[in-house]
């Protein structure tokens, strides 16, 4: 279950008399470490108040796709991108019937059509309405057509008094197939390395250099590559986020520390990933007091840091290196300039121009680049999206 810490899971719910568990799901989930939102239909709430799940999942319950308050704070498209997963517990037969159908006549169907995020319904209904063949041929079609997977459903005393399959599997073991979801074994037996954040190139024991870099998408590219079963280190600079499960991280402060951190893990490394936001200078000389402002202008002095990506790329027996470029302008000859020069295996490019995608935001959209190949992803969570540079990888490989 510690794999579910700090992912952000999109619960559905939909009318049916098993949306009473929903709450339990959201408790579990929530003690597990996710951040939970609950999408609604107007049927669920007949059978359990979102009050309820609101003070469960400490988030707004959002149930009503026209709901002009509800789009001014995170609106149906924002909380499509939002969402790591999306599981609908429980899944009544109307619901998968107009999943199948590809309709979006209300929020949670919505989300559904708008996400990239995995998606998995339990169902739960009565055991004849389960077995009908109208609600067989829909499950096969939303299984082939989307990929989407059923969890469920279980057999037993249901409800109304029947006995069969149609109990809705109980909230612990969803939530325990949940966590099975952030797990691969891809890297298996593979090393990867990773540096991420800002560095601090210091002007006297007060002030220093630096970027607007938040470390979040290096964070995010550690937690995918050990969910993809390798051993990950990072050399982080200075960042205000927790440290990702099973990971080890070395601190470090300027560019000259992370590089000296780099060669010491090098040579058991199979992938290195430059996610760092490097200073790209540093003052020349170091004032070993702090410097008094007698002034009207001060003049700082600066040399180039090493560039260690490069650095890395240029040994013979150089991991697979995978650099970002996060540019401003001509984005795409700037990152393939850097590619070529730098003698790098891939570079992930985006812009950091646009404030949604920019430094701090918890998204971003980019293209990865490699000498003979282009490919885009949409924006998205910045996990969602380290997931999909990791595969990317993997693939590679």
């Not at 319904?121 to 009565?126: D, E, G, H, K």
């Not at 995918?224 to 280190?233: I, K, L, R």
Request: charged share 20%; proline share 5%; hydrophobic share 45%.
């Amino acid at each position: 279950m510690h794999r579910l810490r700090n992912k952000r899971i999109l619960l559905g719910i939909s009318g049916g008399i098993a949306a009473y568990k929903s709450a339990e799901l959201v408790r579990a989930l929530t003690g597990a470490g996710c951040d939970v939102r609950v999408v609604m239909t107007q049927g669920a709430k007949e059978f359990i108040t979102p009050l309820t799940l609101q003070a469960l999942s400490g988030n707004p319950v959002h149930h009503s796709l026209l709901d002009p308050e509800a789009e001014a704070g995170m609106g149906h498209i924002e909380l499509a991108k939002w969402a790591d997963f999306i599981l609908v517990a429980p899944a009544s037969a109307n619901f998968i019937a107009r999943l199948a159908a590809g309709m979006g006549d209300d929020l949670l169907t919505t989300l559904c059509l708008a996400s990239i995020a995995p998606l998995a319904i339990a169902p739960a209904m009565n055991q004849a309405m389960w077995l009908d063949a109208s609600t067989q041929a829909n499950i096969k079609k939303i299984q082939s057509v989307k990929s989407i997977q059923i969890w469920g459903p279980d057999q037993g005393q249901q409800a109304c008094g029947d006995v069969g399959p149609g109990r809705m599997i109980e909230p612990i073991n969803l939530a325990q197939l949940l966590a099975q979801q952030f797990e691969s074994k891809a890297l298996s037996g593979k090393t990867v390395l990773i540096t991420a954040g800002p560095t601090r190139e210091a002007i006297d024991p007060v002030r220093y250099i630096s970027n607007h870099s938040s470390g979040k998408m290096g964070y995010a590219l550690a937690t995918a590559a050990q969910e993809a079963g390798a051993q990950v280190v990072i050399i982080s600079g200075p960042v205000q986020i927790p440290p990702p499960d099973r990971v080890q991280v070395i601190s470090v402060e300027s560019a000259q520390q992370m590089l000296e951190a780099v060669e010491a893990k090098l040579a058991d490394t199979d992938i290195f990933i430059g996610a760092a936001a490097v200073a790209d200078y540093r003052p020349a000389n170091l004032a070993t007091q702090k410097i008094k402002k007698n002034n009207d202008e001060m003049a700082i002095h600066l040399v180039k840091n090493p560039d260690i990506i490069a650095l890395v790329a240029a040994k013979s027996d150089k991991p697979f290196t995978v650099g970002f470029a996060a540019e401003t302008q001509d984005i795409l000859s700037y990152a393939r300039g850097k590619l070529e020069k730098k003698n790098l295996d891939m570079i992930i490019a985006n812009d950091v121009s646009n404030k949604e995608i920019g430094f701090n935001s918890d998204d971003n959209a980019v293209i990865v680049i490699e000498k003979d190949q282009e490919k885009e992803y949409p924006q998205a969570s910045k996990y969602q999206l380290a997931q999909q540079i990791i595969s990317h990888i993997t693939n590679k490989l």
